[in-house]
């Protein structure tokens, strides 16, 4: 299978650059089958489907992605690779502040989730992923996991945090973050700002803080 080439965060111009989400750069043939997937789930598409929403051939599809899953494989790479870089540069933007960079990493998570809402969904997806993408796909994941676990353990061991487990306790709030796909929409009531700033205020009750940060006060988001 043609593996998609990981890429590292992308240069930009600002700090809090995780913020902003600027629409995907995907190719036509990668944004229809984007559109597919969300619309038809990954055995409800078919490789004829995504070339004809894109005005080609299924032979010029295989010129660039070896099969169906192939598609599917670069569509989730690109997205989980985003959500990793965006953890990781927002947990820097908040110093040597456990409860800050706890902060930034659940208002990053959660803003992913929602403008990227797409991309998010197709984690549910992944039974149909062969054991080798699996595998992939997990690595790169599991970086955010151990991201917040080093986050909350700091803040347990500052006292700051009030968990007994902190590993658990991190999981557990990820997958209350993933979740968001199952239910978000771009046309629903709440922006992607505002599900963060409530998925913060649950996230900081679970690790035992029942107030925001005093650097955050009065600041939506920071």
Known sequence: MK???????????????????????????LAAALQ??????????????????????????????ENKEGVFVALLEKGTLEVAWRARAAVEDAGD???????????AVVLYMTHRVKLATLD??????????????AAIRKEVEDLLVRVVTDGAVQGIFTVAQPAETARALLGMCQSIARWYHPTGPMAPEEVAQRYIDIALMTVGIHERPKHLEGVPGR
């Open 36 to 65: 597919a997937f969300y619309e038809r789930g990954f055995y409800g598409t078919s490789v004829r489907d995504i070339a004809r929403r894109v005005g080609q051939t299924v032979p010029s599809l295989y010129y660039h992605h």
């Open 3 to 29: 593996a998609a080439a990981r890429k590292t965060r992308p240069a930009r111009g600002g700090r809090d650059d995780w913020r902003n989400f600027e629409p995907l750069d995907l190719t036509p043939l």
């Open 124 to 137: 549910v997806e992944l039974r149909y992923l062969s054991a080798p993408n699996r595998r992939r796909y």
């Open 97 to 107: 502040r456990p409860d800050l960079q706890f902060v930034n990493m659940i208002e």
